[in-house]
């Protein structure tokens, strides 16, 4: 939309523009009318900064000023363009007055001066409503309770309370327009019943003066914080009790519940996907899977309010905040900063000098407190799993079961068209320049459960939510939630992004050969190598649980066939590169690469094992491309180049030895240390090609943590974490980070140097003040090292 001044032809300013005093006077006038609030933030922004509308100077008044704008305002209602008026922030308040006059007729009455019931003190109950409620680990010293479930207040008066006589009723109010209509204001009788009332309020017990009411809210509220208020009504009009934070409290989803769309019926799983404030991230390769503990943090001083932070940052309309599905749909987008100044940027670059390197975060806590503290500036930098580890922290510090899925191999950018090509040059050499595709070693993304009321029943359960900002969908990079069940059958048509994540599990790697001119033809295509493997932490147990079977059929039945036949009916590209289907499937050549865990540093062994299955003996010529690579399958450095020949005699396998020596990839090891080899074969006889590939993770070195002393309640426990630097070569500028959720918060101890040989000590006394399971986590971070972690569970006794 373009708005345009009238024309001005009175001479400018030394700036090019006018005075802008009269613009400024009219925008406090429009700041309060009703149409300035239809416009959109791009639209008031327009009016701010149109280089015609500056050209108001002090010859132009302010009545005519104000009147233009009246003019345009009044044609941006009529021509039905205004956009309807939501509340999209909890932390604004509408503050009503204390005492409400029902007569204005003739001037505001006087107080009534006959002395009526008043209000002495309010008891929200907190400790014992928040142990019913699950909700006694959130350090926050106000009520938090679950929709759907009641909840008791004890309301003190002057005198006793007659509940035939007096008109007491109870206010709860969220954001800053309070509408019973929309759910943001919440009316109820003190022991009288309201028909078709969405919360519900019972009197419990009259005692004298005292009176407990319990109040259950609706299974589809607003997630948020109330505020509360005692209204007693007379014939003059409504007295409330005061403003008072403390009587204030919070609602969330209620997977307990089977009312809430959120609820999960296994008690075990909401244990560990809505109260486990400690988990495990899987990372490394699908070789040689590694992990790291991440403290979720969601019960932590600040996180729940930082939480609600988010979404008002976010613009997210209160109306949608009872919808888990617009939540988890908002909180994809709302955790990357790439198009809405979300909580995390990017940063794959390897510099990270002007924020926090990814791989040196220990956990969510310090980043969303971080975000809410600098109010809403984004917080430097993530990569995958750190979106993902925040989203988790997100998600169920309000109430929705989540868990974190690893997908190793995963076909990343592809824009749903289920190829990724890897190209090769006419002498088998990786071709970087052509190579644009790219495959993740693994890739982090969350699952919540819920109900879906939008799509039919069975695709229910499981929603694939991503943070990572990888493609825009309606506008804004993120992704879902989608129905992992739709995934599983090839069901791509139903909202969202199902293609986008189908490509990530489902793409073909297609190895090409390039020749001189520029022509590629196809090689091998292998339809089996992404998504190879999806894990997630077991429920009560620091293993993995391999949920692939959740998401794909076994590889070449007739059901993983029927799901690709779906998805080409849903819209997704035909493969029509696949070789036809053999009668009797012929005896075949193959290749693959084998590799024992490597640790950094050190010089080690590939072997390259060549199985024959045919009736003649095969000689191959094979082209070994070695590569440092990120995380993510990009190619940094190309740094060893190997011509091996092998003489296979039939059905038999023949072993090819690979050397490759640390100097060789030291000195061009990027974040996270991987390494990528590429083989290309050709058997003489045939022409035939052969390929494979494989990721190598190399080990880090270790960080050690203990503690000296017996963890008890109340008794100074001495944490001690080393670390010493192995290598040749000066580690500069070290940040080491020290975290256990419920004993400490994070701890940063930074080192100018650590010499080659040299070792460290951090050591940090902790005082635990509640019993039970306690996670330490430390890692290492410096340009030349990433990934280095560790983690110590203790238990805490009193």
Not at 659 to 667: D, F, K, L, R, T
Not at 721 to 734: G, H, Q
Request: glycine share 6%.
């Amino acid at each position: 939309m373009t708005l345009h001044a009238p024309k001005n032809k009175t001479k400018k300013n030394c700036c090019g523009r006018g005075s802008p005093e009269p613009l400024l006077i009219s925008m406090r006038l429009f700041m309060s009318t009703s149409a300035w609030s239809l416009l959109t933030s791009a639209e008031h922004l327009l009016f701010y900064t149109h280089r015609e509308f500056y050209a108001f100077n002090d010859s132009y008044s302010f009545q005519q000023t104000s009147r233009h704008l009246v003019s345009i305002m009044k044609r941006l209602e009529s021509s039905g363009k205004g956009r309807v008026r939501f509340a999209k922030s909890n932390s604004d308040e509408h503050r009503p007055a204390t005492f409400e006059p029902f007569d204005t007729k003739h001037g505001t009455p006087r107080a009534p001066t006959t002395q009526g019931l008043s209000v002495l003190d309010v008891d929200m109950r907190a400790a014992e409503n928040k142990r019913a409620h699950n909700t006694i680990s959130y350090k926050n010293t106000n009520l938090i309770v679950r929709r759907n479930q009641e909840f008791f207040i004890t309301i003190r008066f002057d005198q006793p309370f007659n509940n035939q006589r007096d008109n007491v009723q109870m206010e709860f109010r969220i954001g800053n327009s309070p509408d019973e209509n929309k759910g943001t204001y919440i009316v109820l009788p003190i022991g009288k019943e309201k028909p078709d009332a969405r919360w519900r309020s019972r009197a419990v017990d009259i005692q004298g003066n005292y009176v407990t009411v319990g109040v259950t809210s609706d299974a589809s509220c607003i997630i948020g914080r109330f505020q509360t208020f005692i209204v007693v009504v007379s014939d003059f009009g409504k007295q409330r009790t005061e403003r008072n934070t403390a009587t204030d409290f919070y609602v969330l989803f209620n997977p307990w519940d089977p009312e809430d769309q959120v609820y999960i019926s296994n008690e075990n799983q909401r244990q560990e996907y809505v109260l486990n404030d400690v988990g495990i991230i899987y990372n490394g390769e699908i070789n040689n899977i590694g992990s790291r503990s991440w403290n979720f943090g969601q019960f932590e001083q600040g996180v729940l309010d930082a939480c609600l932070f988010v979404l008002d940052a976010g613009k997210v309309p209160l109306l949608y905040r009872g919808n888990a599905t617009q939540i988890v749909r908002q909180g994809s987008a709302l955790m990357n900063a790439q198009d809405d100044n979300g909580v995390l940027v990017g940063n794959w670059s390897e510099d990270y000098s002007v924020g926090t390197a990814p791989t040196a975060w220990t956990g969510s806590t310090e980043i969303l407190l971080k975000y809410a503290r600098e109010g809403g500036v984004p917080v430097c930098f993530a990569q995958c799993w750190v979106y993902a580890g925040v989203l988790n922290s997100f998600m169920r510090c309000l109430g929705i079961p989540t868990r974190l899925i690893t997908n190793y191999c995963s076909a990343h950018d592809n824009t749903g068209n289920l190829k990724t090509d890897i190209v090769l040059d006419e002498d088998g050499r990786v071709d970087r320049s052509r190579t644009r595709d790219s495959i993740w070693n693994y890739h982090c993304w969350n699952e919540v459960y819920m109900k879906r009321p939008d799509l039919p029943d069975k695709f229910s359960g499981w929603q694939v939510i991503d943070s990572t900002p990888q493609e825009t969908s309606d506008g804004l990079y993120r992704c879902g939630p989608t129905s992992v069940i739709a995934i599983k059958d090839g069901e791509l048509s139903y909202p969202f992004d199902a293609r986008f994540v189908f490509a990530e599990l489902n793409s073909d790697v297609i190895y090409r050969q390039s020749d001189k001119y520029g022509n590629t033809s196809i090689l091998r295509v292998d339809t089996a190598y992404v998504g190879r493997l999806l894990v997630t932490k077991r429920v009560n147990a620091n293993s993995y649980e391999d949920v692939t079977s959740n998401y794909k059929y076994p590889e070449g039945s007739e059901r993983d066939k029927q799901t690709m036949r779906n998805a080409e009916n849903r819209g997704a590209p035909t493969r029509d590169y696949l070789p036809q289907p053999q009668p009797q499937p012929e005896a075949r050549v193959t290749m693959d690469i084998q590799a024992d865990t490597i640790k950094m540093g050190d010089n080690f062994k590939l072997t390259l094992n060549i199985n024959n299955q045919t009736s003649r003996t095969c000689t191959i010529n094979a082209t070994i491309t070695g590569c440092v690579a990120f995380y993510t399958g990009v190619i940094s450095t190309t740094f060893k180049l190997e011509n091996k020949a092998a003489t296979v005699n039939p059905q038999n396998t023949s072993k090819l030895q690979i050397n490759v020596q640390a100097m060789e990839y030291m000195p061009y090891l990027v974040e996270q240390a991987n390494l990528l080899f590429v083989v290309n074969g050709r058997i003489q006889e045939t022409g035939q090609t052969l390929s494979a590939m494989r990721v190598i993770t190399l080990r880090p070195p270790e960080l050690t943590i203990k503690v000296n002393g017996i963890p008890r309640v109340g008794k100074d426990l001495m944490v001690l974490v080393s670390f010493r630097n192995p290598f040749t070569f000066l580690l500069t500028n070290v940040q080491l980070r020290l975290d256990a959720v419920g004993l400490l918060p994070t701890r940063i101890k930074s080192y100018n140097q650590i010499p080659p040989g040299g070792s460290v000590q951090y050591t940090e006394v902790i005082t635990p003040q509640t019993p039970g399971r306690k996670v330490l986590i430390g890692s290492l971070d410096c340009t030349a090292l990433r990934q280095v972690t560790n983690q110590l569970e203790i238990m805490v006794n009193y």
